[in-house]
């Protein structure tokens, strides 16, 4: 008869065991629960990571440049700078990455400007002096606005080059597909959101998740324009092997360079041989215009 309290007290050992788990079971599926809830809600702020101060501008680097204050199609006011450059072969549009400001980007509007091109970039919304928040939608707006200004100031699409870097290229090759251009460069950038989220959060549902797509690599494949590729293998943010998959999906003619660095401290700047063969590239598809030096 004294083993029966002593299964009794099993039992309830048991039950209590067996309660507690079900609770932290529980505890578990809401925690993630939570966490999926706000990795859909907050999402744009794991992509956007806008700056609001310019602390540089061209002059800074002995360029003269005009201000450009821009409408989109959606009513937001975006602000940028057209370099001009005397005698120029054509308008490089100049599309940033998801962090930062234009005014991190005057040396490489230099090198493209010392290359014999007008430039023309912009901050996208949210950014610098532009008005409104960042998001999908508004930044290929804001893409389509900047292409639009070179368009009203004479330039022919044949002579329109956009460069994207990181995010920026996701932005371009976007609006490649909307206009006729002559030649799409990427530096740096990703086949898409959710193939970046699925490699960075492997333990999350991205599928169900991710709202932000910037699909490049559904889009690419549809361009008719020339489309080079620059990406580092050392790139500790923006696998190498995306890069590689923008290639392979581009249609012709094509080039991939292979650039120097990672993500934030490489690039087409510190990669002397990728941009020889860009310069390259773009003397073949776009030669200097008759007259022009």
């Known amino acids: 008869m004294e083993i029966l309290p002593a299964v009794r007290g099993f039992r309830g050992w048991v039950g209590l065991a067996a309660r507690n788990l079900l609770l932290l079971a529980a505890g578990l599926v809401l925690l993630y629960g939570g966490l999926c809830a706000y ?45 001009p450059r005397e005698g120029a072969r054509g308008t490089l549009l100049l ?20 290359w014999g091109w007008n430039v023309l970039a912009v901050d996208y919304r949210g950014y610098g002096e532009s008005e409104g928040s960042p998001s999908e939608e508004g930044t290929y707006a804001d893409g389509a606005a900047a292409v639009a200004e070179a368009l009203r100031r004479g330039e022919a699409p044949g002579r329109l080059v956009l460069y994207g870097e990181s995010l920026g290229g996701a932005v371009a090759v976007e609006a490649a597909g909307r206009f006729p251009l002559g030649a ?36 690419i494949g549809g361009l008719s324009c020339p489309v080079a590729v620059l990406h580092s293998p050392e790139d500790e943010i923006v696998p190498f092997e995306m890069g590689r998959g923008l290639f392979a999906a581009a249609p012709g003619p094509k080039v991939f360079l292979t650039l120097r660095g990672g993500h934030n401290d490489g690039g087409i700047l510190v990669s002397p041989e990728a941009a020889l063969g860009l310069r390259r590239f773009l003397d073949e598809h776009l030669p200097p215009r008759e007259g022009a030096r």
């Open 184 to 219: 799409l460069v990427l530096e740096s950038t990703f086949t898409s959101v959710p193939d970046m989220a699925r490699r960075l959060y492997p333990w999350l549902p991205v599928s169900l998740l991710v709202r932000i797509r910037y699909d490049s690599r559904s889009r």
């Open 39 to 83: 990795m859909f809600f907050r999402q744009e702020s794991y992509v956007f990571f806008p700056e609001r101060t310019l602390t540089a501008t061209p002059r800074t680097f002995g360029m003269a440049f005009q201000d450009l204050h821009l409408r989109t199609s959606d009513g937001v006011r975006i602000h940028g700078w057209f370099v």
């Open 95 to 114: 599309f940033h990455g998801n962090a930062g400001t234009l005014s991190d980007r005057v040396d490489k509007i230099r090198l493209f400007h010392d």
